[in-house]
C-alpha cells in the first residue's frame, strides 16, 4: 500500500512529529505533538485502526492539545477540521459552545458582522441575536 492515499497521510504524520526540517514542524513535533509508538513503528498498525480514509476527509486529532493514537484521531471533512483549529473563536450562547463561523451558518448573519461584534465585546446573546443592518452606497 506505499502509493495509497492513506500511507501518504501517515508518512506526513511522521514527518510533521519528527523531522525538524518539515515547514509544518514547528506546530506539531516542536510543540510535543507525537504519534503513538504502534503507528510510529508500524503503517499496518495506524491503517489496521483507521481504516480506509473516506473521500473527501484527511486525518483529524480530536483534541490538538494531544498526539495521534486511536483513541484520538478520526477521518474528517474539511468543515469538520475547520471547527477543531485552536485558533477558532468558540462562543456560548443557550447552553452551546460553537466556533463563530458554526453560529453565522446557523443565525445567518455574516462571519465578517459577528467578527466585528466580538471584537468590540458584545455579549453572545445580542452578537447572535441582533439584525445586520444594511446600507446602499447612496445611503452612506
Do not use: H
Amino acid at each position: 500500500m506505499s502509493k495509497s492515499r492513506e500511507y501518504r497521510i501517515w508518512a506526513f504524520m511522521i514527518q510533521r512529529c519528527y523531522n525538524p526540517k518539515t515547514r509544518s514542524f514547528k506546530y506539531y513535533g516542536a510543540v510535543g505533538v507525537d504519534v503513538c509508538d504502534a503507528w510510529k513503528n508500524s503503517f499496518e498498525a495506524f491503517f489496521s485502526d483507521m481504516g480506509p480514509a473516506p473521500e473527501g476527509t484527511s486525518l483529524e486529532r480530536v483534541n490538538g492539545k494531544l498526539g495521534y493514537c486511536k483513541s484520538n484521531c478520526l477521518w474528517a471533512d474539511d468543515i469538520t477540521q475547520a471547527n477543531n483549529k485552536s485558533s477558532n473563536i468558540v462562543v456560548e450562547y443557550l447552553g452551546r459552545k460553537q466556533t463563530l463561523k458554526q453560529w453565522a451558518r446557523e443565525v445567518g448573519l455574516q462571519y465578517s458582522a459577528l467578527y466585528y461584534r466580538w471584537q468590540r465585546g458584545w455579549e453572545a446573546e445580542k452578537m447572535l441575536t441582533t439584525p445586520s443592518v444594511k446600507f446602499r452606497k447612496n445611503e452612506l
